[in-house]
């Protein structure tokens, strides 16, 4: 796909959540129409896409046909197994590509591409089994966490080991899978930059948000982040980086930790990212349309941000405030139409502009 998507094409997107949901919203302002693929009943997206196929993701039938029904594909999630995505990627264009998705998958090849471009991670070690954890916590020293390589997210599949006697009780919240160890990081805030890159090469970057998460999960993002203006310039351009070497197409989220000796890197998300729902409210074009135009190829937002903005997640019992914040002049609701509330669960966002001060 080399030419622009003229509007009336349609946009697959993989997963129906909010995040599908969000840039279903987006892909119809600019005139595209979404055909969504979920394999839960009832999905987010598909109260607002045009179309929706209800089907697991080893359903080769379904995943052919979702295929030739659209004209490029996306996905909101990072974890789709790679056999459907051979199957899509040979009938139709996937952005962003193959590698993100692969390197975003497993921690460890994560951190080997982080590192290998220059950024700085936390000291890691792979841990395959039992024995590979003792090897990796007379390396890394305690305090440490064990991360599965695989399919974590919002805090899962993680234990923290304090002391080195604390191994057997990772390695059991774990259930024995195949993780990575990693140095315990003193840090002093958590940011995070959406980067975006054209099809055309050129990168865009949002301003970075400060976030703070309770019981692993996000809770808010702060922008503008408050750390030294160079520590910002750092972030952004090491998230250029990142997206240049992967060649990547799409909106990425790009999580660091700050630490008085500089950033280092915690996590890469090859798609639109929590994080970024602020630039709602505070952007002309948000990540969500900046996606969409990216995969679409389309030219770009160019990220700048007119207002200072705190976006609020609503988890689980959050919305017995719902009323608080509707009655809020400054504040825009966004909820995600989910059914049922449940504790950890994330029903919606606010976000609420600050007064410049
Ligand atoms: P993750 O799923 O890897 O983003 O981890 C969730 C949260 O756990 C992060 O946002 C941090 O607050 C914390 N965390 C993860 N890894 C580390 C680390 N190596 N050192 C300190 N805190 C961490």
């Known amino acids: 796909m080399t030419e622009p998507l003229t509007t009336g094409r349609v946009i697959g997107i993989l997963g129906g959540g909010q995040l599908g949901r969000m840039l ?19 999905p987010p997206a598909g109260h607002v896409a045009a179309r929706v196929t209800t089907a697991p993701y080893d359903d080769h039938a379904a995943l052919e046909a979702f295929a030739r029904s659209v004209d490029v594909i ?5 974890n ?8 899509l990627e040979s009938h139709c264009p996937v952005r962003p590509g193959r590698r993100a998705l ?75 899978a ?27 970057c949002f301003d970075p948000g400060e976030n703070v998460h309770r019981d692993g999960i996000l809770r808010s993002t702060t922008v503008p982040a408050k750390v030294p203006a160079a520590f910002a310039t750092d972030a952004v351009l090491a998230a250029g980086r990142i997206l240049n070497a992967l060649d990547y197409v799409g909106v990425m989220g790009v999580e660091f930790f700050v630490t008085p000796g500089g950033l280092i890197v915690n996590e890469i998300a090859p798609r639109v990212h929590n994080s970024g729902h602020w630039t709602q409210q505070g952007c002309t ?4 349309e900046q996606h969409i135009r990216a995969v679409a190829g389309w030219p ?13 997640n609503l988890i689980g019992e959050d919305m017995d405030d719902l009323p608080a914040h509707a ?26 502009i600050l007064p410049r001060g």
Not at 24 to 42: K, Q
Not at 74 to 78: K, M
Not at 80 to 87: E, G, M, R, S, V
Not at 327 to 343: Q, V
Request: proline letters at 4%; charged letters at 25%; aromatic letters at 8%.
């Open 24 to 42: 279903s919203v987006a892909a119809s302002r600019l005139g595209f129409t979404c055909h969504v693929f979920e394999p839960g009943a009832n």
């Open 300 to 312: 770009l937002g160019d990220g700048s941000r007119y207002a200072d903005v705190e976006m609020l």
């Open 74 to 78: 996306t996905y909101e999630f990072e």
């Open 80 to 87: 789709i197994p790679t056999a459907a995505l051979d199957l």
């Open 178 to 204: 195949p993780s990575v160890l990693e140095g315990f990081v003193d840090f002093s805030t958590e940011i995070s930059v959406i980067a975006a890159r054209g099809a055309d090469g050129r990168v865009a």
């Open 285 to 288: 074009v948000d990540q969500f």
């Open 102 to 176: 692969a390197v975003s998958q497993d921690r460890v090849a994560e951190k080997d591409f982080l590192t290998g471009i220059g950024l700085e991670c936390a000291p890691y070690a792979a841990v395959d089994g039992p024995g590979d954890l003792d090897a990796a916590l007379a390396r890394i020293g305690v305090p440490a966490i064990l991360k599965t390589r695989r399919f974590g997210y919002d805090g899962k599949g993680q234990a923290r080991i304090a002391a080195q006697d604390g191994a057997a009780a990772a390695w059991e919240a774990v259930a024995g």
């Open 327 to 352: 009655a809020d002049p400054r504040a825009a609701l966004h909820l995600y139409g989910k059914a049922e509330t449940r504790a950890g669960r994330k029903m919606g966002h606010v976000n609420r």
